[in-house]
């Protein structure tokens, strides 16, 4: 297996994105269709930005695999994720994580390293905003391109999927929803318990009358507070609950999980979205501490009920692995918040407005071309691989998502010397949330669809480079990606890009580089 190393040349994109005329998309994707059009998928801008899946080896609805679902694919690719002749198809479940790149930022702003173990590149790509063209129904649009990142042959290239927006189909089902919330003696730190309290405060009062919350707390043992209760005239007892949360002692996570699913599962209401919301720093010191194990005891209700766990991340000291591996047994996501307005944002809009799913065991597979691919790199992925074969395979399990979201996968390409033609073919399937009748929709990329320079890409592709570039940094791979700037070099890039979309997330990303550079990393 060959192993590339990039060429240093950051100067061209940090210089030319400070001086070029960059495209600012704004609202949801623009065009018409999922494919292709003149080599590229349509979207807002000129070439519009894709997102890829990401697939939980363990997760498999038959429960057939011993944990290592990429079977034969792993032993196509190298350590690094690259991936040679004969094999140009690659595979994934699709997922919305954004912990991990919340996580490094609260641990930059500390004057910390983050682990590089808890670097997900696809969480910091995912953060972002993108201009993604919007399906009409349920399930995905595909859109994909490309540019040419100035190191030889190489390319970066993006495969796009975006779901309806919250508000397009109207009316969505009641939801019944149970916290697992960690009242543990580690809690008591600012921006841990406080923030939840808050949050569920202001979320009561923005839920629907028809819709149902229930209470479990756990610490040394788990206790159901509140059991599961149609909100209509009862809010002010769920509000004495919430407000009624204090810390304790040590941190059984394993109990509050098993009692949180045992609460849904009694509450569970039929024609509704059942959901497990666990909050907590995943710092578990007492019981089972294993996710596998505590997933397993509650598979039942996961599989069976089809309820998932949405798991939301608080404190500097902050379990990420315990957590996120949770959120992927349970068919669920995670995110991370450490401010009181990311901890409303997550609880008061984003999780009331996507209540419903818009698809199921959502997959994507890209096909690179052998006549003018040469090889290609996942960046990211690392855990959600799924075996080629299995991608059609419906009892594999995939991702589920909701309404509003954009999933981005980046992939480096080096192209054949002279290559011209069909460069990749995007795919993503899914099961219809009420039917589980799967569909597919593709889009393709053409080499003459690639934009010369990063420079030349749209401004959401930049800032999506920008974005993996910094996860790179961070992670420190032996083979950094190609033409990979220095931090110095991405903190010009980025505040070029803040300045140009007047973007809060993106000056975020723009703060985090350079705290990170302030470092020394």
């Known amino acids: 297996m060959k192993t590339h190393r990039a060429h240093r040349t950051p100067r061209l994109f940090a210089i030319a994105a400070a001086t070029a005329l960059l495209l600012t998309g704004c609202g949801a994707g623009a065009s018409d269709s999922g494919e292709a ?8 801008e000129a070439f519009p930005a894709p997102g890829a899946p990401r697939a939980d080896p363990d997760r498999n609805t038959d429960g057939d695999t011993d944990g290592d679902a990429d079977g034969d694919a792993d032993k196509k690719a190298d350590e690094d994720g690259r991936t040679a002749a004969p094999d140009h198809l690659s595979t994934f479940a699709l997922d919305v994580d ?6 490094a930022r609260r641990t930059l702003t500390e004057g910390r390293r983050p682990d590089p173990s808890t670097i997900r590149p696809e969480e910091f790509v995912n953060s972002f905003r993108q201009d993604y063209e919007r399906p009409d129904g349920n399930g995905f649009s595909v859109t994909v391109d490309g540019a040419r990142t100035g190191d030889d042959d190489w390319s970066l ?112 209401r039929e024609g509704a979205t059942n959901r497990v919301v666990l909050v907590s720093d995943a710092l578990a010191n007492t019981g089972d501490t294993d996710a596998d194990s505590i997933l397993e005891r509650v598979s039942g209700a996961r ?44 609880f008061s809009t984003d999780l009331p407005r996507n209540i419903d799913l818009t698809a199921r065991d959502a997959k994507a597979q890209v096909a690179f071309d052998p006549e003018t691919v040469a090889e290609f790199r996942l960046i990211g992925y690392d855990d959600r691989r799924v075996a080629d074969e299995d991608f059609r395979d419906d009892r594999v399990d995939g991702g589920e998502v909701g309404p509003g979201h954009t999933v981005t996968a980046l992939y480096a390409v080096r192209t054949e010397p002279g290559a011209d033609g069909h460069l990749a073919t995007a795919t993503v399937r899914w099961l219809d949330p009420d039917t589980r009748t799967p569909h597919e929709n593709s889009g393709r990329l053409e080499t003459g669809a690639l934009h010369d320079r990063l420079t030349d890409a749209p401004v959401r592709f930049q800032v999506t480079a920008t974005a993996a570039y910094f996860a790179d940094a961070l992670r ?41 550079s302030r470092l020394d990393l």
Do not use: C, W
């Not at 068919?331 to 944002?345: C, F, K, L, P």
């Not at 990979?484 to 300045?499: I, M, N, Q, V, W």
């Open 98 to 103: 954004t912990a991990s790149y919340g996580y």
């Open 37 to 44: 059009s003149d080599g590229a998928a349509r979207g807002s």
């Open 157 to 268: 290239v993006r495969v796009g999927l975006a779901t309806r927006t919250a508000e397009q189909r109207g009316e969505r089902p009641p939801a019944a929803l149970t916290f697992v919330i960690d009242v543990s003696g580690s809690m008591a730190e600012p921006g841990r318990l406080d923030l939840a309290r808050s949050a569920l405060g202001t979320m009561t009062d923005r839920l629907r009358d028809d819709d149902s919350v229930a209470l479990v707390t756990f610490s040394g043992e788990a206790e159901t507070v509140l059991p599961m209760t149609r909100l209509g005239d009862h809010r002010a007892r769920v509000h004495r609950a919430v407000d009624s949360l204090e810390p304790t002692d040590s941190t059984n996570l394993g109990a509050g999980v098993e009692t949180g699913y045992a609460t849904a599962v009694e509450g569970l």
């Open 303 to 346: 599989r069976e009920h089809g309820i998932t766990l949405f798991g939301v991340g608080v404190g500097s000291d902050y379990g990420d692995a315990l957590m996120e591996r949770l959120a992927d047994r349970g068919d669920g996501h995670t995110t991370y918040v450490s401010t009181e307005d990311e901890a409303r944002e997550v």
């Open 476 to 516: 420190r791979p032996e083979s950094p990606l190609p033409d990979a700037p220095d931090l110095g070099e991405l903190r010009e890039t980025a505040e070029t890009l803040a300045s140009r979309t007047e973007d809060k997330d993106v000056r975020g990303l723009a703060d985090a580089i350079d705290d990170a």
